[in-house]
């Protein structure tokens, strides 16, 4: 044992100078090896998010705004490569506060490191890019529109809308002035092919612009009724033949050949029940005179006159001419 001590002691004693001196130089090699390899660097980051802060501000009911440059920062960072390299994008916080807003609509933009890689803050330097967001502030406006309604496809055979209304019969709609100037109507599309007789719907308006496209309604453009009602009122349709029965005779040498019309039959229209129970319009015998008729007797009736209680016309068909035709029976002999 003891002389293993003595042996310790003798190497580490003997050349001590070369041996600290050789502690010396690996330690100055480890710095300047450490510092070769860690450089100073630069590296440009993008699409750092910026958070907006104090939006109340002018969220206020009167305004709205968009961004027009901004929503993303970009800084160049310079410092050690060991440092510089690991940083991304979500190592920064860079904010947007309302509160700052200028009259030229800008806002400061203010970077930093955050998180875990805020201990680095000082170890490199950061130079933004991207002074601030600029934004487009805009008024909202409100405007009355009346409620539209519109049909969508046809109705059943034999049934007609007669009449279609809305509770409101007018909506409010709040939106960015740019969105507002360019609406063109508000309407509610209403399925006739599934309409079977009145009907009251619920139904939520849709709005549209000068073009024909449908403009979406979210927080910013929205209208002061989410659904509207709407009364549909229908009459039923129905073809029935005209009748009439002449009164009198014609001269005695003459005879009625027939009755003709210059148009067979009229669509009448009303309520289904009313509608059902009609075969035929009955015209009074007396319109057709023929009593001692030597030649044929024309007649023209306004059909209107002559309708049933709650029955109206449907169609142009409102006048026709009805004609007696008389023929003498010596021109038969003949």
Do not use: C
Request: proline share 4%; net charge negative.
């Amino acid at each position: 044992m003891a002389k293993v001590k003595a042996f310790l002691k003798k190497w580490i004693v003997n050349n001590i100078g070369f041996k600290i001196l050789a502690v010396v130089f690996a330690f100055v090699l480890w710095l300047v090896i450490l510092n070769t390899t860690d450089q100073e660097t630069t590296r440009t980051i993008t699409s750092i998010p910026v958070t907006i802060e104090n939006e109340a501000r002018i969220l206020d009911g009167t305004h709205v705004y968009t961004v027009e440059s901004g929503e993303t920062a970009t800084v160049v960072v310079s410092g050690k490569r060991s440092i510089v390299n690991t940083l991304n994008p979500s190592d920064f916080s860079a904010v947007a506060n309302f509160a700052e807003l200028s009259l030229t609509n800008a806002v400061p933009i203010k970077v930093e490191l955050t998180g875990d890689k805020a201990k680095y803050a000082n170890s490199i330097t950061i130079t933004q890019k991207t002074m601030s967001m600029v934004i487009n502030l805009e008024d909202v406006t409100e405007k009355v529109f009346d409620v539209q309604v519109v049909f969508k496809g046809e109705t059943p055979e034999n049934l007609i809308v007669e009449d279609a209304s809305t509770t409101p019969a007018m909506v409010t709609l709040t939106a960015p002035e740019s969105i507002t100037n360019r609406v063109d109507k508000i309407v509610v599309e209403v399925n006739a092919a599934e309409i079977t007789g009145d009907v009251q719907l619920q139904l939520e308006p849709t709005i549209y612009d000068f073009n024909g496209r449908i403009v979406q309604q979210n927080m910013e453009t929205y209208l002061n009724h989410e659904q509207v009602s709407v009364n549909v009122i229908t009459e039923t349709t129905k073809l029935v033949p005209i009748q009439i029965t002449p009164i009198g005779t014609p001269d005695e040498k003459s005879v009625l050949k027939g009755i003709s019309y210059s148009k067979s039959g009229v669509t009448l229209k009303g309520s289904a029940d009313v509608i059902q129970g009609i075969e035929a319009l009955e015209l009074p015998g007396e319109l057709l005179n023929i009593e001692g008729a030597k030649e044929d007797v024309k007649i023209t009736v306004n059909l209107a006159d002559y309708l049933p209680y709650g029955v109206s016309i449907y169609g142009d068909t409102s006048s026709i001419t009805i004609t007696a035709s008389i023929t003498r029976e010596k021109d038969e002999e003949n």
